[in-house]
């Protein structure tokens, strides 16, 4: 897992426009889409599912425009019977919108569901960041995904093996064990009674 992505902030601006005109357009699938209020913040998250995959759009209504966005993804790289269990969440986020909580909330409401999430093979300094910051309150390790394989190494491991694209960051949601979570996904080495 590498810690080298960098993002343009105008490009994910455009992004969250487009799709911000997409969720306010009759007749387009995003349209009309559920809607529910982010606390006292004042903004409201808009959801779907799709293919398995949770969509997540943070609408900012006061400014008219999208704060950022989150889609817990499915990973063609991990085991099939892993993949009813993970998902890799990936976040885009305004400027405006960046340290405000908001990454942070939308990852704590898929853990608290009970969902499972495992990093992608780069991540940016932020994403890493929030990571680790969420591995003080959930369970939480490294695992190796070569060969579509799922195996455990451990809840840290040496800088050559953190830097390898195999390696992935794991957090388990609540209500589960790795030892569980081992069983259910055909997760190897995982260490007894965690």
């Known amino acids: 897992m590498r810690i080298d992505v960098q993002h343009s902030q105008h490009d994910i601006d455009d992004e969250l426009d487009t799709l911000h005109a997409r969720l306010h357009q009759p007749g387009h699938r995003l349209h009309g889409l559920p809607a529910v209020a982010l606390g006292r913040s004042g903004l409201i998250v808009r959801h779907r599912e799709a293919d398995g995959e949770y969509f ?70 932020g994403a890493a960041q929030l990571w680790t910051a969420l591995a003080h309150d959930y369970r939480h390790g490294f695992v190796d995904v070569e060969g579509r394989a799922l195996r ?19 957090l388990l949601g609540n209500g589960w064990t790795m030892t569980e979570f081992a069983r259910v996904a055909g997760m190897s080495d995982a260490e007894p009674g965690r």
């Open 152 to 170: 455990y190494l451990g809840e840290t491991v040496p800088d050559d093996v953190h830097g390898a694209l195999h390696t992935r960051r794991l």
């Open 56 to 125: 997540l759009y943070v609408e900012d209504p006061a400014a008219r425009q999208l704060a950022g966005y989150t889609v817990f993804n499915r990973l063609p790289e991990i085991p099939r019977r892993a993949d009813r269990y993970l998902r890799a969440p990936h976040t885009r986020l305004r400027g405006s919108a960046q340290r405000q909580g908001l990454a942070t909330t939308l990852y704590r409401w898929g853990l608290d569901a009970g969902l499972c999430l495992i990093s992608g093979a780069r991540q940016s300094v």
